[in-house]
Nanobody, 124 residues
Framework: QLQASGGGLVQAGGSLRLSCTSSARTQSRWYMGWFRQAPGKEREFVATFRWNGGYSYYSDSVKGRFTISRDNAKNTVYLQMNSLKPEDTAVYYC???????????????????WGQGTQVTVSS
């Protein structure tokens, strides 16, 4: 199971850090990442990485502003979000998969495990 937290209300230009903790021990081959869904829109890819740290991927809309990282001891993945914009407002979901095909990293259907979502609201 995945447990996401850290959302909230922040002004444009501010920062938030999301956390996602896995109740299962995460193996090196796992991919863990973040998606988001704004009202009336489809779920979109934000960032993902391979647990062993070899590869990370970001959507163009967040590249340079968001950073994905992990804490091995806590089985937790983080999404540091800086320079937030109103268009970043969405429910953010963490996701994980143990057999991800790397070419499908941005496809939500590629992930078998999902957290419950945490709301991020950026005011202008």
């Amino acid at each position: 199971q995945l447990q996401a937290s850290g959302g909230g209300l922040v002004q444009a230009g501010g920062s938030l850090r999301l956390s996602c903790t896995s109740s299962a021990r995460t193996q090196s081959r796992w991919y863990m990442g973040w998606f988001r869904q704004a009202p009336g829109k489809e779920r979109e890819f934000v960032a993902t990485f391979r647990w062993n740290g070899g590869y990370s991927y970001y959507s163009d809309s967040v590249k340079g502003r968001f950073t994905i990282s992990r804490d091995n001891a806590k089985n937790t993945v983080y999404l540091q979000m800086n320079s937030l914009k109103p268009e970043d407002t969405a429910v953010y979901y963490c996701a994980a998969d143990s057999h991800l095909i790397v070419s499908e990293y941005a496809n939500a259907r590629s992930y078998d495990y999902w957290g419950q979502g945490t709301q991020v609201t950026v005011s202008s």
